[in-house]
């Protein structure tokens, strides 16, 4: 009896990523062989068909991956390819075919679809490539179904003739199997999930704008497969979908579901188009447990003009209203999108859009940069635009018509100081006050970017302690008159953040003798005025525990409590404490 082995392969950005197309079509070839078996009554000496998964990082040597595969000796090899892993792809297909030259190669995923035939031609080792959506095309490639007849695909004939078939139909989103029924494949990897698929928007950078194909997974299976997830205390679940709330009545039915059904532990991030939002909507995530669900919201600019040119239908107007409406309650991380290099959109411009954005507040603002996908609609417009990107993977821009190069490479600055500074989260109070010190927001991000060029810090790796003493020095030079109350709101930032036990050099002297912290800490446990829940603690635990500190220019103390912390910031409970506790203290404020 013969098995024919066929591994599906995967090459992630990350350890923790996992790639759910490949989980798909492995659950749906194995129904389609399962019911091709029963209906034939097949023999155990006729040919079986293994289908397994080799998942791998772009981080892995090539080598790694190359003797693993090699090692697995399939008699049929399938990548899936995207913008981050297709040059590795690439490569490894060109080895294995030396060393597995009787195994068929097929390709699929975005960035094989939509030029399928040059592909084949760069690529003489790939046997085809399956376009769009895969499940169904798959599954009639391993049941042995005729390629001449086959739509989905384009392939290599026996003569070497690379023969294009039609685009495969979509298929109904209801037969894509549950994969997640055995955990043990993605313990410690993040859970991604699709409740449709398609979009019913047209913006000219993604994707998804091709295919105006939109589907929803039947509404009562959603909330059998999320209620699966909650049981077993995942701790976070990745919706893909394209725009979640799309749909009022699916949106809200998931969410009414996940708030109803909750115990505390399950997080669900939802992609979301915020001016979408109706007033239940927002009353709904309102009303839900700090940290149940968070929101990415693709703002991408705020210009009229670039957002009419790119086709999208945002109004951002309403997208403020609804990220402020949102945020109210505190109880809800929102991740908003930018994109440089829209068409129409100059510097100056994209310092509006910036500003307009983080005026929002967002937990995090994600700088991102034009990517130049294959298919889309801002492909066939890069001379219109004199858009230049790169050649490689992921393609990214270099400059247009409104945006040069030293444009770009100042916003690439920009990005990485809020990346740094803002989406971190540990220099919150600190960004906050220095924020009025300059015209805008923008403007702050980019002296720090000079800063860090002029010194050279940009070539350099730095540890988190390091970050704060940068910043330190760059205020001392900017606003040398408020130099000391910037450290102390750094000091106060680091320890929202970390329960230290060696004092960070930037933070200086500590300004409470032994004496001081000793008189606190006796008091506190008789009175348990600002820990009342540490009653089963002795003095040293709760000392451990906690951290307090003595803010001589903000005229402060403050305990920092690390057993409570906040569920979206992950920052520590603060008491303010009455200094009549420290005696020296209040003489010295005389």
Not at 162 to 176: A, G, Y
Request: hydrophobic share 35%; with cysteine.
């Amino acid at each position: 009896m013969e098995t024919k082995k066929i591994l599906l392969t995967a090459i992630n950005a990350k350890y923790i990523h996992s790639n759910l197309a490949v989980y798909s079509l492995r659950a749906y070839a194995n129904e389609c062989l399962e019911r091709k078996n029963a209906g034939e009554n097949k023999e155990d000496d006729e040919e079986k068909v293994k289908i397994d998964i080799a998942e791998y990082t772009i981080n892995q040597q090539t080598d790694e991956i190359l003797m693993d595969i090699y090692r697995r000796h399939p008699d049929m090899l399938c990548f899936s390819c995207y913008i981050w892993n297709i040059q590795y792809v690439r490569e490894i297909v060109r080895e294995v075919a030396k060393i597995l030259p009787d195994a068929g190669i097929w390709l699929g995923g975005p960035e094989v679809s939509y030029d399928a035939v040059r592909v084949l031609e760069e690529l003489p080792e790939v046997t085809g490539v399956m376009k769009g959506e895969g499940e169904e095309t798959f599954a009639r490639l391993v049941l042995g179904e005729c390629k001449q007849e086959m739509t989905g695909i384009t392939f290599r004939d026996e003569e070497g003739r690379i023969i294009e078939r039609p685009w495969r139909e979509v298929m109904d989103l209801n037969k894509v199997p549950f994969i997640y029924q055995d955990m043990t494949d993605f313990a410690n990897k993040i859970i991604y999930y699709e409740s449709s698929r398609g979009c019913p928007f047209s913006c000219s950078y993604c994707l998804s704008s091709v295919d105006k194909k939109l589907r929803f997974r039947d509404v009562e299976l959603v909330k059998k497969e999320l209620q699966f997830f909650i049981d077993r205390e995942v701790p976070q679940v990745k919706f893909v979908d394209r725009t979640f709330n799309c749909s009022h009545t699916h949106a809200m039915e998931i969410w009414k579901y996940i708030t109803e059904h909750d115990r505390g532990i399950t997080n669900f991030h939802f992609e979301i188009s915020a001016d979408l939002l109706n007033e239940e909507e927002i009353a709904m995530i309102q009303s839900m447990r700090p940290g149940l669900i968070q929101l990415e919201i693709g703002v991408q600019s705020t210009c009229p003009e670039t957002i009419r040119e790119i086709r999208r239908t945002m109004k951002f107007g309403k997208v403020a209203e609804a990220v402020r409406s949102v945020g109210k309650n505190g109880n809800v991380h929102q991740h908003l999108d930018l994109i440089a290099g829209l068409p129409y959109e100059n510097l100056k411009r994209f310092e509006e859009s910036f500003n307009d954005v983080y005026a929002l507040k967002p937990e995090q603002l994600q700088l991102g940069f034009l990517k130049v996908l294959k298919g889309s609609f801002m492909e066939q417009n890069q001379e219109a635009y004199g858009l230049i990107c790169k050649d490689t993977p992921p393609y990214e821009v270099l400059c247009t018509k409104w945006l040069s190069y030293d444009d770009v490479l100042c916003l690439k600055g920009v990005e990485e100081m809020v990346e740094i500074y803002y989406n971190s989260g540990q220099f919150s109070r600190t960004i906050r006050k220095l924020e009025e010190e300059f015209s805008s927001a923008f403007g702050m991000y980019r002296e720090l970017a000079e800063y860090y060029t002029v010194c050279g810090l940009h070539k350099v790796s730095h540890a988190r302690a390091s970050r704060y003493e940068i910043l330190l020095e760059f205020i001392q030079k900017k606003k040398p008159e408020n130099a000391e109350i910037y450290r102390e709101l750094l000091i106060y930032d680091y320890y929202l953040r970390e329960n230290a036990k060696t004092r960070p050099e930037f933070a200086g002297e500590y300004q409470l003798s032994r004496e001081e912290v000793r008189l606190f800490y006796e008091e506190e446990a008789e009175s348990r005025r600002y820990l009342p829940d540490y009653g089963k603690y002795d003095r040293n635990q709760v000392r451990r525990m906690t951290h307090l500190e003595y803010f001589p220019h903000l005229e402060e103390m403050i305990l920092f409590d690390y057993a409570v912390r906040n569920p979206l910031t992950k920052e520590a409970r603060t008491a303010k404490v009455d200094t009549r506790y420290c005696k020296s203290i209040i003489n010295s404020l005389k």
